[in-house]
């Protein structure tokens, strides 16, 4: 597969693991690992333009209505498509919609860009992680399938067991940290056939392991502030993105984004 070390467009597509969270700036807002990678990509050519069109909570069926036909015609040199984990993570998924609403998505976009990329997203270890898990390697073997029938390169954070680490969740064990997000955007950098930086997949040193007062506080901490929350919002058929728009929504040079809350 020939690469191409040039690249002056990037347009984002996607739920909250590419709009940002939890990568929290000072003032409230969100940067993430695709603002992360444009900023570098801006650093290397004159002229660079990025739109970050991600919306926390969207389903694929959201991110294909709202978000592809206008990333096709952005007609952007990469374009980055992760979406389909928020349907497999609700308790009741059909999985071959999901499938092919991916599919429809990758059709239109690969013909339009320099270059699609794709992800197999990455899992936090832990219980909830394992009771979804057929369910992502289903959802994960398909990204694998999409890519080779319309040449994407795949970012594979998956298979990294670093990114498992809880150290590099957030306390509401969705997404990811700062630094989560770092190796998100090296990861993504190198899969452009771009120098590496430093080796995202390096593990963590060892930690101490919490007491058993200090998980269960973390615990009922997570469920009041983030589970039960979650769970209101699945049963009332709401989304943590409800009439919130795309972040960055036109391709245009890139610049830090005004200050100003959006979380």
């Given amino acids: 597969m020939k690469m191409n070390a040039s ?16 990568d929290r700036l000072p003032d409230g807002s969100y940067r993430g690992w695709a603002d992360l990678l444009a900023a570098r990509l801006a650093a290397r050519e004159p002229g660079f333009r990025y739109a970050n069109l991600a919306v926390r909570g969207k389903l694929i069926g959201q991110i294909v209505e709202e978000q592809v036909d206008a990333a096709a015609a952005m ?40 270059r699609l990329v794709l992800m197999r997203s990455p899992g936090r270890n832990g219980p909830v992680m394992e009771r979804f898990r057929p369910r992502m390697e289903e959802l994960f073997t398909f990204v694998d399938e999409l890519a080779r029938r319309h040449d994407a390169l795949v970012v594979d954070l998956y298979g990294a067991p670093a990114l498992g680490d809880q150290r ?26 771009l120098p590496a930086e430093h080796d995202w997949r390096a593990e963590l040193p060892p930690a101490l392991p919490a007491g058993w007062a200090e998980r269960r506080v973390a615990d009922v901490r997570f469920a009041r502030r983030h589970l039960f929350p979650w769970i209101g919002r ?30």
């Fill in 75 to 114: 007609r952007a040199d990469v374009v980055t498509l992760v979406g389909g984990l928020n349907d497999a993570l609700r308790p009741k998924c059909d999985m071959g919609r999901v499938r092919g609403l991916l599919e429809e998505a990758a059709g239109r976009l690969a013909p339009s860009c320099g």
């Fill in 234 to 263: 699945r049963l009332t058929g709401r989304s943590s993105g409800d009439g919130l728009p795309a972040k960055r929504p036109e391709l245009l040079p890139f610049a830090p984004l005004p200050q100003g809350p959006r979380a």
């Fill in 168 to 193: 590099l969740w957030d306390v509401d064990r969705l997404h990811l940290t700062p630094e989560g997000h770092r190796r998100v955007a090296e990861a993504v950098w190198q899969t452009l056939g």
């Fill in 7 to 22: 690249y002056t467009s990037f347009v984002a597509v996607g739920d909250s693991f590419t709009e940002g969270m939890s």
